[in-house]
């Protein structure tokens, strides 16, 4: 995915989040697998997270998204399973009674994602340094 912008910053900040269904329960299928990723992509579209690919299986959700950098990993996650679940409940009240009103379990799995690795940054540096000292002579 190519960079990204705020006001005054670029930003390529993209992230692998796994989360499931209170007790794993498999609750995920046909009609009700499409109305929890239409709520979750409703969501993220209001949270401004970019879905890069997502996937809604029977006991999960795999998300690849980007957060801009402004946002914090955990509150996204959060507004995304509360909200997400709001919606669900409105649409499916039987469920509430089931789950006594918690329709994702605590927690979830994050992993950053991006093109560069550790020595790729600091070969970049380097090479930046020695570029400024030989536009410096």
């Known amino acids: ?16 989040i796994v989360f499931i269904p209170k007790y794993r329960r498999k609750v995920m299928f046909g009609d009700m697998r499409k109305e929890v990723g239409e709520a979750i992509s409703k969501v993220c579209k209001l949270e401004g997270v970019t879905i890069i690919k997502a996937a809604t299986l029977p006991d999960h959700v795999h998300m690849y998204v980007s957060i801009p950098p402004k946002e914090s990993v955990a509150k996204v996650v959060g507004r995304i399973k509360g909200k997400s679940a709001l919606i669900i409940f409105d649409r499916h009240p ?19 994602a991006g093109n560069v690795n550790e020595a790729t940054i600091k070969r970049y540096i380097d090479e930046q340094y020695e570029k400024d000292r030989l536009e410096g002579e």
């Open 94 to 112: 039987e469920y509430r009674d089931k789950n006594g009103c918690h329709f994702w379990a605590r927690g979830y799995y994050c992993e950053t």
């Open 1 to 16: 995915m190519d960079n990204q912008s705020l006001a005054h910053s670029r930003y390529n900040c993209t992230y692998h």
